[in-house]
């Protein structure tokens, strides 16, 4: 009854910025808070940011604060990763997923929903 589109990704010189975009269609965006993971090749999924159901609250990994800015526009239906001063390690493939919980965002585990992951290169 959620899906979940992740666009945006791509090559992008160590530096650079990347926004990523998560389009979710069924129900209301307003129902669900949003989070971004990231898996590189060999490792296992990791949390990088998320978003109460009103946007009103943020939590990021400390490997990306300062540098990444999750945001919801629930009139659009969608999510954005706004992605700064991105380094080689921030290569992987980045996922977004919804949740009707409101608690332990960081954890994969409360997640019902997942995108089918956008790729995001960052060269040195």
């Known amino acids: 009854q959620v899906q979940l589109v992740e666009s945006g990704g791509g090559l992008v010189q160590a530096g650079g910025s990347l926004r990523l975009s998560c389009a979710t269609s069924?129900?209301?965006?307003?129902?669900?808070?949003m989070g971004w993971f990231r898996q590189a090749p060999g490792k296992e999924r990791e949390f990088v940011a998320a978003?109460?159901?009103?946007?009103?609250?943020?939590s990021y990994a400390d490997s990306v604060k300062g540098r990444f800015t999750i945001s919801r526009d629930n009139a659009k239906n969608t999510v954005y990763l706004q992605m700064n001063s991105l380094k080689p390690e921030d290569t992987a493939v980045y996922y977004c997923?919804?949740?009707?919980?409101?608690?332990?965002?960081?954890?994969?585990?409360?997640?019902?929903?997942w995108g089918q992951g956008t790729q995001v290169t960052v060269s040195s």
């Open positions: 997923a919804a949740t009707s919980g409101s608690t332990q965002l960081l954890r994969l585990s409360v997640y019902d929903y």
């Open positions: 978003i109460s159901r009103s946007g009103g609250s943020t």
């Open positions: 069924g129900r209301t965006s307003s129902t669900y808070a």
